[in-house]
């Protein structure tokens, strides 16, 4: 994401008034773009409101990467060790598992009672687990998210 293009943002809010989130959190996308070409915003919860669902960026009239921005503003966030709890939790999850959200023995049993099997995870596969733990390690993600 280049600084530039965030610069040719000129406020109209499409990318705020079409944010899901923004409904239901205090997430204004708008916002978030004026404050991050003044400043550092790494610390701001805001930043992690955000689903990625990309309606601003579809919809923005300059065609703007919003949320590849966001998701830039994010990385560099992580690199200064300001990531929340919640998403610490899930980063923590994957290292362990090979999942954000893993499939737990009880959703297995639900699962096998209504006639549904396992399903294609890294669980099923021990050396597909390995292979992420691997991966995940050989590209610091450990590192970042301690």
């Known amino acids: 994401m280049k600084n530039s293009e965030i610069l040719t ?3 109209c809010g499409t990318c705020t008034g ?3 989130s923004g409904k239901y959190t205090s997430l204004n996308v708008r916002r978030i773009i004026k404050d991050s070409i003044k400043k550092d915003i790494s610390d701001q919860l805001d930043l992690w409101m955000c689903t990625t669902c990309y309606n601003c960026q579809e919809r923005c009239p300059r065609g703007i990467k919003v949320t590849d921005a966001i998701l830039s503003l994010r990385a560099q966030a992580v690199k200064k060790g300001s990531i929340l709890p919640a998403h610490r939790a899930v980063c923590k999850f994957l290292i362990e598992t090979g999942h954000a959200v893993p499939i737990d023995d009880i959703h297995i049993t639900i699962r096998e009672k209504i006639g549904l099997s396992e399903p294609e995870t890294v669980r099923k596969y021990p050396q597909a687990l390995k292979d992420v ?14």
């Open 9 to 11: 943002c000129f406020q």
């Open 133 to 146: 733990k691997t991966l995940l390690e050989s590209c610091g993600f450990n590192e970042l998210v301690k």
């Open 18 to 20: 079409s944010c899901p």
